[in-house]
């Protein structure tokens, strides 16, 4: 009886530590499994052309079992914060420089895991149809926050209306980093989504391609001087540290690179924006 006992108790824990392992297994598999087989994520986008193309990349995402939300936010830091904060899964709508301006500032370690496209900068003007026009004291608006600030201020320089500091990194520079400034030109910072309406009031004003876009602006077309091919500031799809080899962002990441997208933008944008794959 006692070596009975003691058969039927050790199957007994076998089966108890099978259950354990099998249970285990199961768990971590499962998170696996969950992690890839996610087929619904959120990605955070601003209005205009983003919105625009994102409308594109849902349909074809849909087409291989993958539904996407698309968020949109009115301005340039929300996104990110959001996706730092585990709000939403991707977001698609600024360039490198941006986010590594905005992880220096927040302490925040957002990654690129693909590049989309280039949205050239333009200098857009209501009252003057030549960038040879644009008077002395002229007043210039740009964008406020710092890497398209600098982007813009890039700009101004190229065209010999200005001279900036040459240590100062362009995500960096500002107004005040202007160290000559021939034309004597007035420059005012303001919120990327407000310059179209300032056109009104200045007499020209350098624009994101998006809100440009969203006010029936073509930098190829209407803009008086634009960002040649040069350009690094690509924009892109940036995520979590952590979620780089996810498998459903992955595939989100090839569907927007997709040959139906890029003939979307190329179609649509008419230059206006220039996919990079």
């Not at 285990?24 to 619904?40: D, R, V």
């Not at 360039?95 to 333009?122: C, M, R, W």
């Not at 890497?147 to 209306?161: D, T």
Request: aromatic share 6%.
């Amino acid at each position: 009886m006692n070596f009975r006992k003691i058969v039927l108790a050790s199957a007994a824990a076998a089966v108890f530590a099978g259950l354990l392992t099998g249970c285990g297994s199961s768990s971590s598999g499962g998170q696996a499994a969950s992690k890839a087989e996610k087929t619904e994520i959120t990605v955070g986008i601003t209005p205009g052309s983003s919105d625009q193309i994102m409308e594109v990349v849902a349909k074809e995402a849909a087409k291989q079992g993958l539904t996407v939300h698309p968020k949109v936010f009115s301005d340039y830091i929300t996104p990110d914060q959001a996706l730092a904060n585990g709000d939403i899964d991707l977001n698609a709508f600024q360039h490198q420089p941006f986010l590594d301006a905005f992880n220096e500032k927040n302490g925040t370690k957002l990654v690129s895991i693909g590049k989309t496209y280039l949205a050239p900068l333009g200098l857009y003007s209501k009252k003057y149809r030549d960038v040879k026009d644009i008077p002395d004291g002229a007043t210039i608006a740009i964008p406020n926050d710092p890497s398209n600030g600098g982007r813009a201020l890039l700009l101004l320089q190229r065209e010999g209306w200005i001279k900036l500091k040459p240590d100062v990194p362009s995500t960096k520079v500002t107004p005040q980093d202007v160290v000559e400034n021939t034309k004597n030109l007035k420059i005012i910072e303001l919120e990327a989504a407000q310059l179209p309406r300032s056109l009104d009031d200045t007499d020209a004003s350098v624009i994101n391609a998006g809100y440009a876009i969203s006010a029936g602006l073509n930098s190829q077309k209407d803009a008086i001087a634009v960002e040649d091919n040069t350009s690094p500031y690509v924009n892109i799809i940036a995520a979590r540290p952590e979620d780089i080899n996810n498998p459903a962002y992955q595939k989100f990441v090839k569907i927007f690179q997709s040959e139906e997208v890029k003939k979307y933008i190329n179609d649509t944008f008419a230059g206006a924006l220039v996919p990079v794959w």
